[in-house]
């Protein structure tokens, strides 16, 4: 990067020049960051999901001047082009003479200076440049949020901000009292990488830099930049995936075989869904073994020790799914299921570590150390954050427990059995609100929108609702914007619904949906294609011309489309019993969505239903199944009449 120092054009904010990279995780990636890093210059990372109109956006308004590419998004990059974009730096480092040529000229045809990463490596060796001195206030990203609703915002961060959240995740364990903790307190983004204390058994990192992690989480999101700034602080290696997340399990981590792995919540309920799938397929003898040894080895862990022989008859084959090596894993971006939790710890026998934060604040403010077992919560505050509950309309950090089991069905928003032993009892609940020196300083240029959520004493108000334990530790269980009123005056979260769905082995993807107009929650469903294929192979199913069905065939044939929604109303109604929700929080109708992509999608960044980080866009979701919502409330009326 040193090499485009004198380089002309726009400057970004704070007299700091931006620099995109726009690229699937790659090595040449960290290099490229740490290079902007020398030089004080603002990384601005994008989701290589992106469209071009996105781009534009983002390009456009943090004024980036550089950005660093690979080959193949080289057509929506030129197509959303900013004003300010002057120069491109291609990273594949194979490119030969013809394909360097077709996209030199591309980049002259719209007026762009293209550099690729083998051209700027010769430049540095004939001119080397010297790196700037850093402050921990400089800004080290503008990362731009996967907003639900309207255009990404630019988040600010400092060094000072990521380097707190990375060091704090890193001190939340009394064992860990490493090197490299210390090294990442310093303002070079932990460049100085010292071993931990870790003895590859206790759960902590560093391991004398014999720990493996797999980076396959976008590097535009702030969880993965966490964990990244922690490896390198201790100095773990990093693998990368091959940029198929199809290819995760069947090959990057038997490939690999990393030690330290993180994911959030969907990865792991697709490793959960797996293993599960695979366990029925072989059988009713099979699947009373899992069962049996699932249990016991699950008492065994509560009891503080693990039972080898279960290991050595089910689990130790099921570990190699994940490589085989992996002691610690890791789950951010949204609250892990207490299910899901369970399942992971007890099958692969590694603690995973649960975490809570959002990009306004680095990634981290709460998190699990390693050698806390509890599941359900997301562990208590890292040291360089302050977090408070406030009180909310339907929250109040005054609530009591209920007296009665009555008075707990009617109390909103507390999932689970009476528990008569907790009656009367204080329950402290509100929005989260979180300060400290890993809170953003705003959004890049939105000053009313950064009036919203970050207050004058330096609050940062999440939206999410927080519960207090009686041990200190914080559950999420809530979010405050997508409660919303059915027509008895029940309130109801669908995020929990949808949780909650999503453990049943015939969903994909979900979407709840209710209004204070009507009485019942409805539910679109994907089904698993792959589940919904060997079921119909098994009932001997077939498509009109003779072969294999498909999921747009099944919903196709109406008969057989109203057997498998009675199936997976039956497996719906059961998981929400499973999770302890209430009547009115059961969709009372579901429907199909057939057209999906060939990762199994019918939810997808394409047609805008969801997020870069794979979160729901509700309004867009409502519009695009308005007709089918429609139809679904009018049969359950109909059937009522």
């Known amino acids: 990067m040193c090499v485009l120092q004198e380089t002309p054009g726009k400057r970004g904010p704070e007299g700091q020049p931006c620099v995109g990279?726009?690229?699937?995780n790659r090595p040449e990636n960290f290099k490229i960051l740490y290079s902007i890093?020398?030089?004080?210059?603002i990384a601005c990372p994008l989701y290589d999901t992106h469209g071009s109109n996105t781009i534009k956006f983002i390009l456009d308004q943090s004024e980036t001047t550089v950005v660093c590419?690979?080959?193949?998004k080289m057509k929506v990059l030129l197509e959303g082009r900013g004003a300010a974009l002057k120069y491109i730096v291609i990273l594949d480092e194979n490119l030969d003479d013809e394909e360097k040529s077709v996209l030199e000229k591309q980049a002259k045809d719209a007026k762009i200076t293209l550099f690729t990463i083998k051209d700027l490596r010769e430049s540095a060796d004939k001119t080397p440049g010297e790196t700037s001195d850093i402050t921990p206030d400089d800004w080290a990203y503008i990362m731009y949020t996967s907003g639900t609703t309207g255009n990404p915002k630019g988040v600010c961060l400092t060094h000072k901000n990521i380097l707190s959240a990375a060091s704090g995740v890193m001190r939340q364990s009394p064992r860990?009292?490493?090197?490299?903790?210390?090294?990442?307190?310093g303002a070079g983004a932990g460049a100085g990488a010292g071993a931990g204390d870790g003895d590859g058994d206790d759960g902590c990192i560093g391991d004398d830099g014999g720990d493996i992690y797999i980076s396959y989480l976008p590097m535009a999101h702030s969880f993965e930049i966490c964990i990244q700034i922690c490896m390198v602080a201790v100095g773990a290696s990093i693998g990368f995936f091959q940029g198929d997340i199809r290819l995760l399990v069947s090959s990057d981590l038997p490939l690999l075989k990393p030690t330290l792995m993180s994911g959030v919540p969907r990865v792991y309920g697709r490793v959960y869904d797996k293993v599960m799938q695979q366990v029925e397929e072989k059988g009713p003898v099979a699947k009373l073994l899992f069962d049996t040894a699932f249990a016991n080895q699950a008492w065994c862990m509560e009891m503080g020790f693990r039972n080898p022989l279960w290991d050595l008859l089910v689990f130790n084959k099921i570990k190699e799914a994940l490589g085989g090596r992996v002691r610690l894993m890791a789950s951010g971006a949204a609250p892990l299921g207490t299910e899901v939790h369970k399942f992971m710890r007890t099958v692969?026998?590694?603690p995973i570590c649960q975490g809570y934060g959002m990009t306004e604040n680095a990634a981290a403010a709460v998190c699990q150390p390693p050698e806390y077992s509890a599941t359900g919560n997301v562990g208590g505050p890292v040291p360089c954050t302050e977090v408070k509950l406030e009180d909310t309309e339907y929250y109040k950090t005054t609530d009591e427990y209920p007296k009665t089991a009555q008075e707990f069905e009617e109390q909103f928003g507390f999932k689970g059995e009476f528990d008569p032993?907790?009656?009367?009892k204080r329950m402290v609940r509100g929005e989260v609100c979180l300060r400290g020196n890993n809170v953003f300083l705003g959004y890049y240029k939105m000053e009313e929108e950064t009036k919203e959520v970050l207050d004058k004493d330096g609050w940062l108000h999440t939206g999410d609702i927080g519960m207090w334990n009686e041990d200190g530790s914080l559950s999420i269980i809530d979010r405050k914007k997508n409660i919303f009123k059915l027509a008895q005056g029940e309130y109801v979260a669908p995020e929990v619904v949808e949780s909650a769905i999503s453990t049943c082995k015939w969903v994909s993807q979900v979407f709840v949906y209710g209004n204070s107009f009507e009485n019942h929650l409805i539910a679109i469903i994907v089904p698993s294609e792959e589940v919904l294929s060997k079921h119909a192979e098994h009932c001997g199913w077939t498509a009109d011309n003779g072969g294999k069905i498909s999921l747009a065939d099944i919903v196709a044939k109406p008969e057989v489309a109203k057997i498998m929604k009675k199936q997976i109303m039956d497996d719906i109604?059961?998981?929400c019993k499973s999770n302890k929700l209430r009547g009115f929080e059961v969709p009372k109708a579901i429907d199909f969505e057939a057209q999906v992509n060939d990762m199994g999608y019918g939810f997808t960044i394409e047609n805008d239903c969801l997020t870069p980080t794979m979160k729901l866009?509700?309004?867009q979701l409502e519009k695009r199944y308005a007709a089918m919502i429609k139809k679904l409330y009018d049969t359950i009326k109909a059937e009522a009449a």
Request: hydrophobic residues 50%; charged residues 15%.
């Open 69 to 72: 590419a690979e080959a193949s």
């Open 617 to 619: 866009r509700r309004p």
């Open 37 to 41: 890093f020398s030089q004080r210059f």
């Open 21 to 24: 990279i726009f690229s699937i």
């Open 421 to 424: 032993s907790l009656a009367g």
């Open 348 to 350: 692969f026998g590694v």
């Open 176 to 185: 860990y009292e490493g090197a490299g903790a210390a090294a990442a307190t």
């Open 573 to 575: 109604v059961a998981s």
